[in-house]
């Protein structure tokens, strides 16, 4: 950091027009686009000159929507095309020219130009594609990998005993595509706008994860790591995974493994859902032949030949295919990309359009219900409303001005009350005490200002913010003011759907259930445990002491992901040591009861170590003479807790409870980390319904924020009332 401007001072400034380019690969992946742009800055001295800017991926959509229409941002830049339909929705895209393409449009493979395309016109320059194969282990499949479904079906009878024929990512609908496309399954209708997502011939595909579960086709918890493991570990004869992953492991060691064709479904050739990497001219660039010149050459031979030499990436036209070479070290690279190819043909290019957005998570759901086994039909009810309400009516826009004078005249009314509240003070007996000891109230100021400020900045303004947000509604990043509508819908929903799943009564429900459940447990542990550590002839208190606190001192998103991986269904040490009672690969997660039961056992042990502290720390108050008295009176151990220990313990505790009740309330980590709201989000609770609102369904800002303010006016109602029962208990 300390040399880089001298070393700036010393190179040359580059010459010519300047290109920003933004990107978010990484490892080799950004080493070859470098070289590239290297390459073209040397050719085009004093003409044209690229810099590349590295931005993060979960972050690189919204910076793009938020800067291009300012008229900054990059004027070039690289991103997957299943985007290319919120960025058209949005307008920051330039339209491209098809001659300036550095192939022939009929030299492409089929259907990456359509997926780079909407309405007919071309928005991007295709890079590279990437789909799903199969993996397969060559010493379980000697005589090759499975050719169909119904082959496969029967592979675990001849397997050996703990080896699944099968691993994928049986809930995520992109490795779902291939089954789903196989069975006849489209996403949308001619029209590119009504859903078919879960309508028959692809609906039936739903049902076969389920059934290959129960079957033993597939392992009992079948997501992304198990495969992993699973496959790396011989445990797992084909895995279907895309190019981006290498087998580990003793199969990778070992160089046991070798890539296919996905398997024909029931007879039928299949793909899958295929991601075109492509290159983006910015709508708002200043430069747009420089732009398109450098999008041209990325996207040209040069760029073609290095990323399969150097990356395995298949190319995307039809003539590079005739001069693979397969002998060697290249024949796997080459195998890959050939397979990749036949994904292509038999599979589709995942749909560009914005309302994809929408299908992911319902598809997920009904994948999981089918895997869990739960009620069918119920669970394609379910997906087939959260797909409607894509279409609903967005609320009609709002006059802002009677909000307006409301909130003028609610903040007259508080400043008078502020005002009042000071005056009493000014004139109180603590303010006429502090004039007779000379002190004064000024020189307290500047002590107090940096705590004020910190506290008006990271509470204040977000609380007004969030709050004024709950009155708009978000939609193509603009904001109209809708009012109370927001409140509305939530408090007032579909009379089926009030107290289903994802709906606001039910995520109450299971918050205070939570809430309750919680608190119990961490006031009952906490307060026995400290019980037990207290007597004087336990030398070992301190030590034991140290040791239970432990679970308060870790992170919580670290403990979460730890207990996440002890409920694991295969290798969970909770399995193991519940396997004598029958749950040896156990999925936890798959009913309400045990994947709650799983939230509130990582909770517990994150928060009875607070209770107990502050019970150590009340019994340490008690004086010993009236334990010592309620002895010789002929008290009960049950006796002395009840009437002597437990009443000077409650002061102290109450706080403890208000406190660990409001965290509890909005323990966000735990739900998101653990069960992540699974079964069909049953398990969440309002503050991750109010997350996944606003980040997973649709960017409903507006809604989530409406979901933080009733949960604001919630914790404010209880805290008023503890405040009175604490104050009914002091008295």
Same mark, same amino acid.
Not at 254 to 268: E, H, M, N, Y
Not at 357 to 368: G, I, M, Q
Not at 424 to 437: N, P
């Given at each position: 950091?300390l040399f880089r ?7 040359p ?16 992946e950004?080493?070859v686009l ?23 991926d979960n972050?690189?959509?919204?910076k793009l ?7 900054s ?11 290319l ?14 001659a300036?393409?550095p192939?022939?449009?009929e030299?492409?493979l ?5 997926g ?7 928005y ?29 079906e029967?592979w675990?009878?001849?397997?050996p005993?703990?080896?699944v024929p ?8 992109f ?11 489209t ?5 590119g706008?009504?859903?078919?997502l879960f309508e028959?011939?692809?609906?039936t595909?739903y ?8 079957s ?15 496959f ?5 004869a ?6 981006w992953y290498?087998?580990?492991g003793?199969?990778?060691?070992s160089?046991?493994?070798d890539?296919?064709p ?5 007879g039928?050739p299949?793909?899958?859902f295929?991601t ?9 660039t200043?430069? &747009?032949?420089?732009a @398109?010149l =450098?999008?041209?050459?990325?996207? +040209? *031979? ?5 990323r399969?030499d #150097?990356?395995g990436?298949?190319?995307?036209t ?5 001069t ?12 890959m ?5 036949q ?12 309302r ?10 009904l ?15 379910d997906a ?17 001005? &009677?909000?307006?004078? @409301?909130? =003028?005249?609610?903040?007259?009314? +508080? *400043? ?7 005056? #009493?003070?000014i004139?109180?007996?603590e303010?006429?005490r ?20 910190a506290?008006?900045v990271?509470v204040f303004i977000p609380l ?7 009155l ?6 603009t904001f109209?003011?809708t ?17 289903q ?10 918050t ?16 026995v ?10 030398r070992l208190r ?8 432990l679970p ?14 002890m ?5 969970g ?5 519940l396997?004598?009672?029958g ?7 798959d009913k ?5 039961t799983a ?11 607070f209770?107990?502290?502050?019970t150590?720390?009340a019994?340490q ?5 009236l334990?010592?008295?309620?002895t ?12 002597v220990?437990?009443?000077?313990v ?7 409870v208000?406190?660990g ?16 709201g ?6 969440d ?8 609102w606003a980040?997973?369904?649709?960017q ?18 209880y ?11 002091a008295s």
């Amino acid at each position: 950091i300390l040399f880089r401007p001298v070393t700036q001072l010393l190179q040359p400034e580059p010459t010519g027009v300047k290109v920003i380019l933004w990107h978010s690969q990484r490892g080799d992946e950004r080493q070859v686009l470098e070289d590239l742009l290297r390459r073209f800055n040397e050719q085009n001295v004093g003409r044209v000159y690229v810099e590349p800017l590295g931005v993060p991926d979960n972050s690189f959509k919204d910076k793009l929507v938020r800067n291009i229409p300012r008229g900054s941002g990059p004027d070039v830049f690289i991103r997957p095309h299943n985007e290319l339909g919120e960025f058209h929705d949005e307008k920051i895209l330039r339209t491209i020219d098809r001659a300036t393409l550095p192939f022939a449009p009929e030299a492409y493979l089929g259907k990456l130009l359509d997926g780079l395309s909407i309405e007919g016109a071309l928005y991007g320059y295709p890079l590279t594609y990437k789909g799903l194969f199969q993996f397969y282990n060559t010493e379980l499949c000697p005589e090759g990998p499975p050719r169909d479904s119904t082959e496969l079906e029967g592979w675990k009878q001849k397997l050996p005993s703990g080896v699944v024929p099968l691993v994928y990512d049986a809930s995520n609908p992109f490795f779902h595509a291939p089954f789903f496309i196989g069975a006849g399954g489209t996403v949308f209708a001619d029209d590119g706008r009504t859903f078919t997502l879960f309508e028959e011939p692809g609906l039936t595909s739903y049902r076969w994860p389920g059934e290959w579960r129960r079957s033993g086709v597939l392992p009992p918890e079948p997501n992304y790591n198990e495969m992993i493991r699973l496959f790396q570990s011989g445990k797992a004869a084909t895995i279907i995974v895309g190019p981006w992953y290498q087998p580990g492991g003793e199969v990778g060691t070992s160089g046991k493994w070798d890539v296919a064709p996905l398997f024909s479904i029931r007879g039928k050739p299949t793909g899958s859902f295929v991601t075109v990497e492509g290159v983006y001219v910015s709508e708002q660039t200043r430069h &747009p032949q420089e732009a @398109a010149l =450098v999008a041209s050459f990325l996207a +040209g *031979t040069a760029g073609e030949k290095e990323r399969f030499d #150097r990356l395995g990436l298949p190319p995307v036209t039809r003539a590079a295919y005739d001069t693979l070479d397969a002998a060697g070290e290249r024949a796997r690279q080459v195998a890959m990309v050939r397979v990749q190819r036949q994904s292509l043909e038999h599979g589709v290019v995942t749909p560009n359009s914005s309302r994809m957005a929408a299908v992911w998570t319902p598809a997920t759901d009904l994948l999981a219900a089918s895997i869990a086994g739960r009620d069918f039909e119920k669970a394609v009810g379910d997906a087939r409303y959260m797909l409607a309400r894509v279409d609903e009516p967005k609320p009609p826009p709002a006059d802002w001005r &009677p909000f307006g004078i @409301a909130l =003028v005249v609610l903040l007259s009314m +508080g *400043t008078y009350f502020i005002a009042m509240q000071a005056r #009493r003070g000014i004139r109180g007996h603590e303010a006429m005490r502090a004039k007779l000891t000379g002190f004064h109230a000024r020189a307290a100021l500047p002590y107090l200002l940096p705590g004020l400020l910190a506290v008006v900045v990271l509470v204040f303004i977000p609380l007004i913010v969030g709050a004024g947000l709950s009155l708009y509604t978000h939609e193509h990043g603009t904001f109209t003011f809708t009012g109370l509508q927001n409140f509305g819908r939530i408090l007032f929903p579909p009379l089926e759907r009030a107290f289903q799943s994802r709906s606001f009564y039910f995520a109450l429900g299971v918050t205070v259930l939570w809430t309750i459940t919680n608190v119990v447990l961490h006031v009952s542990i906490g307060v026995v445990l400290a019980l037990l550590l207290r007597p004087s002839w336990n030398r070992l208190r301190t030590m034991y002491r140290l040791l239970l606190i432990l679970p308060w001192a870790i992170p919580n998103y670290i403990t979460a992901l730890m207990w996440k991986g002890m409920f694991n269904a295969q290798v969970g040490a909770v399995n193991v040591l519940l396997s004598p009672f029958g749950f040896e690969g156990y999925n936890w997660f798959d009913k309400f009861l045990t994947a709650f039961t799983a939230n509130v056992v990582t909770n517990t042990w994150l928060g009875f170590p607070f209770m107990m502290v502050v019970t150590l720390g009340a019994l340490q108050s008690i004086p010993s003479e009236l334990e010592e008295a309620a002895t010789l009176d002929g008290a009960t151990r049950w006796q002395r807790f009840r009437l002597v220990i437990f009443p000077h313990v409650s002061p102290a505790l109450l706080p403890a409870v208000i406190l660990g009740s409001v965290w509890t309330f909005n323990m966000f980590n735990i739900i998101y980390l653990v069960s992540g709201g699974e079964p069909n989000s049953q398990t969440d609770i309002l503050i991750s319904e109010a997350y996944r609102w606003a980040f997973e369904r649709g960017q409903r800002f507006g809604y989530a924020a409406a979901y933080s303010v009733l949960i604001f006016f919630f914790l404010l109602f209880y805290s008023r009332m503890t405040e009175r029962l604490q104050k009914g208990g002091a008295s």
